[in-house]
């Protein structure tokens, strides 16, 4: 089966990304929000440009919200200490989380620009 062709921006503002050209576009809503970003997204584990990113946004009044998965899987103990890690630097920097049972969707967006992916918020993805 052939895959789509990769396309960058349409005259609807319409468009398909694959692969290396989705993380630009994440980034993108985060940079370029005047007033709100939502993440939605069973699996979280922040990284230091994605904190750098979101630091900027909140600097310029930028509400940022987290919609994600209340069953986190923790694989060892390291991954259970970066999610608290990750849960304290949302509330010291006042991001709102919320929690949805059985969560599997991934879904960014601000007030002009919508991602739709397989991509859940790790540094693997």
């Not at 991602?115 to 993805?125: C, D, E, F, P, T």
Request: proline fraction near 3%; aromatic fraction near 10%; hydrophobic fraction near 40%.
């Amino acid at each position: 089966m052939s895959r789509p062709i990769e396309t960058d921006s349409t005259d609807d503002d319409k468009a398909v990304f694959f692969d290396h050209r989705i993380q630009p576009q994440f980034f993108d809503i985060i940079e370029n929000a005047r007033e709100s970003v939502i993440f939605v997204t069973p699996y979280v584990r922040l990284w230091d440009n994605l904190r750098r990113a979101m630091s900027k946004a909140i600097l310029r009044g930028v509400e940022i919200t987290f919609i994600i998965r209340k069953e986190q899987e923790h694989r060892n103990p390291e991954d259970t200490k970066r999610f608290d890690e990750d849960m304290r630097w949302f509330n010291d920097n006042k991001v709102k989380v919320l929690e949805i049972s059985r969560l599997h969707v991934k879904i960014y967006l601000n007030e002009e620009k919508v991602l739709v992916s397989s991509m859940n918020v790790l540094r693997s993805s």
